[in-house]
């Protein structure tokens, strides 16, 4: 989940709000993570497999035509210019489908239930591990299937909206018209046959949560009677029994889990962001930059030299190799080119943002951290968070596996000594890799 951005927009209408409150099924999930991957990688990754495999095997095929009799070299052509390439298409196909096919099981969110309002503002959305608010310009691509919606800005950002979570046909053209006019890109995708009968669940789930409101209701005037009552006098009404409801501090932490913990307000100054902004460039950009150069310094030599055996042209590649070789050393002063503009990119982001910044509420408890910036919001679980480093005046939190997103937490806005060594203790255990940086 992106960090929360403030937003202009006025409050959504409730008239123009769509609830979606989803118990999965594996196959909702599994077949929406498929169409997306369908809709914005399988092409590119089909059309790149077929080309290769052509290239190599044509190629390979006709520096070795003279090793066999001419209609034998004719056969094994064709074989490798319109027979290996589909197949091996083929099985990417399958192993791609059988890979996206287990995506419930592979992201443990999905199997509890999950609350997503849809409206003008964004989608928001409410899960096991966090909620948040998304804006629709985070999401790039939208589908509609017989069955469901799917909402997703890549095909690891996937959210499936069944339409049998709806309570009728009335609700479903305005979740349609919602969705449509708000995402950039919108398809309708098949999904077995076009005409589905959908039962519609909302009215159903709609009577059970009346049904757990009027419970939490009797439990409440049941605690308050118990208070007021006498010592020795028995109470008017039966109260329900112990054994069939939850005690009081269960209601509450299911109902309110962020209560406990530490929230902090941060207006940040200047400087606040570009101090972060430096070492996350230091320790995640470069060195992912320098990365990537080193891969295509191995890559290009090592298929270079695979392309010319399979075509029997390896002493041609080698005399290439040898002339182009000495002129890599250009690698270096085009690197550190690039990495200067990415810095003075950084640099005047940096400072856009320093210029607009609004004051952000972080709550930090033992279940996960909050954040609430003007009408945006997020609430994480702790295991979204895999980095943290800590520096002489700021902690710096990074968000998802791969560290994208970052919040920064300056020491000076603890009021006291005690808040901030609670922070770090918390840090410390609940965040995968704490590093400190101060020595």
């Not at 210019?81 to 099981?105: E, K, N, Q, T």
């Not at 059970?208 to 208070?227: F, P, T």
């Not at 039966?238 to 299911?254: D, G």
């Not at 895999?386 to 002489?392: D, F, G, K, L």
Request: hydrophobic residues 45%.
């Amino acid at each position: 989940m992106p960090p929360p951005v403030e937003s202009s927009e006025p409050p959504s209408d409730p008239e123009q709000t769509i609830f979606f409150w989803v118990t999965y099924k594996p196959e909702e999930v599994n077949e929406g993570y498929w169409a997306v991957y369908r809709e914005l990688a399988l092409p590119r990754v089909l059309i790149t497999i077929f080309c290769t495999s052509f290239a190599l095997g044509v190629g390979g095929m006709v520096a070795n035509a003279g090793n066999f009799e001419p209609i034998n070299a004719l056969v094994l052509i064709a074989l490798a210019a319109f027979v290996f390439p589909p197949l091996l298409c083929l099985y990417a196909y399958l192993i791609l489908r059988g890979r996206l096919m287990s995506s419930y099981d592979n992201r443990p969110n999905f199997h509890f239930p999950m609350m997503y309002t849809v409206s003008p503002l964004g989608c928001q959305i409410q899960y096991a591990s966090g909620a948040g608010l998304l804006d629709w310009h985070h999401f790039s691509l939208a589908l509609e299937s017989p069955t469901f919606f799917c909402l997703a800005s890549s095909v690891e950002d996937v959210f499936v909206l069944p339409k049998r979570c709806l309570c009728g046909a009335d609700e479903l053209e305005k979740a349609r018209s919602i969705i449509k006019s708000h995402v950039r890109v919108y398809r309708r995708v098949s999904g077995g046959a076009r005409n589905v009968d959908i039962a519609f669940e909302k009215a159903a789930i709609q009577v059970m949560v009346d049904q757990g409101i009027e419970e939490v209701v009797k439990l409440a005037e049941a605690a308050e009677a118990r208070e007021h009552q006498v010592p020795g006098e028995e109470a008017a009404t039966s109260a329900p029994t112990a054994k069939s409801l939850p005690e009081p501090a269960a209601i509450e932490q299911v109902t309110s889990p962020l209560k406990s913990g530490l929230a902090v307000e941060i207006a940040y100054q200047p400087g606040d962001i570009w101090k972060a902004e430096k070492i996350y460039f230091f320790r995640k950009r470069l060195i992912a930059l320098a990365l990537l150069y080193i891969t295509y310094l191995i890559w290009m030599p090592l298929s270079f030299s695979a392309i010319g055996y399979l075509w029997g042209m390896s002493d041609y590649c080698q005399k290439i190799l040898a002339e182009v070789c000495p002129n890599l050393i250009w690698v270096i002063p085009i690197f550190f080119i690039q990495a200067l503009c990415i810095y003075l990119g950084v640099r005047r982001r940096t400072k856009l943002s320093e210029a607009h910044a609004t004051p952000i509420v972080f709550q930090f408890t033992e279940e996960g951290c909050g954040v609430r910036a003007g009408e945006r919001y997020a609430v994480l679980a702790w295991w979204h968070f895999r980095e943290c480093w800590e520096t002489e005046d700021q902690f710096l939190v990074l968000v998802g596996r791969r560290g994208h997103a970052m919040y920064v937490i300056p020491k000076r806005v603890f009021p006291d000594q005690a808040g901030l060594r609670y922070l770090k203790q918390l840090l410390q255990r609940k965040v995968t890799k704490y590093r400190d940086l101060i020595g």
